[in-house]
């Protein structure tokens, strides 16, 4: 009878002590992802040359904003190959192409000499862009960016957004979605 009783003390402060752990990753992304849309949120990053972007850079012209977890880690490194070598079809399309992880400035540019990446990958070392794209999560403490790809139209508003995205497709996935827009647009 006895054993009922401890098991459930032990179960009720497993969780209590643990409600704070995971309440606080919880809330490391608790902003709202921006919708289709919605207009692009600001920002300002250095990239790995060590220049300042923000999106109203690419102002007039299709930008593929896509955020990744961590440099050199093996989903990361596909993700940024394949948009590397599709980089001539984007710019074709009209489309600029710009990176965005929590690595800092030096490691990008590790990241970029190492892997020939013709485009910025800015450095939100802050969490700024993160936190306003909805992307920002932590596990165990360690905070790090979803992979999520925003396409943002020339006006500045959020055209699609790509969640959970498959490393190796979503270029071309962007490519083709990009056709369509594009088509549709007036």
């Not at 919880?26 to 999106?55: C, E, I, T, Y």
């Not at 802050?126 to 596990?139: D, I």
């Not at 790809?149 to 190796?168: C, M, R």
């Amino acid at each position: 009878m006895r054993r009922i009783p401890l098991l459930f003390v032990f179960t009720l402060l497993c969780g209590l002590l643990a409600a704070p752990v995971f309440a606080a990753d919880a809330g490391a992304g608790a902003d709202a992802m921006p919708k289709a849309g919605a207009a692009a949120p600001a920002f300002r990053l250095q990239d790995q040359n060590g220049h300042w972007r923000s999106p109203a850079d690419y102002h007039g012209h299709w930008l593929v904003l896509y955020f990744y977890p961590k440099d050199f880690t093996p989903g990361c490194t596909t993700e940024v190959c394949t948009f590397r070598d599709d980089v001539a079809k984007l710019r074709q399309a009209g489309a600029s192409v710009v990176g965005v992880s929590l690595d800092d400035v030096k490691s990008h540019a590790d990241f970029a000499a190492k892997y020939h990446v013709p485009f910025p990958l800015l450095a939100d070392t802050g969490h700024e862009a993160a936190k306003g794209y909805g992307v920002l999560n932590s596990m165990a403490g360690m905070h790090y960016a979803k992979r999520t790809t925003f396409l943002i139209d020339p006006e500045g508003k959020i055209a699609k957004v790509y969640v959970d995205v498959d490393p190796k497709a979503n270029s071309g996935q962007v490519l083709t979605d990009l056709a369509g827009l594009k088509k549709a647009a007036p």
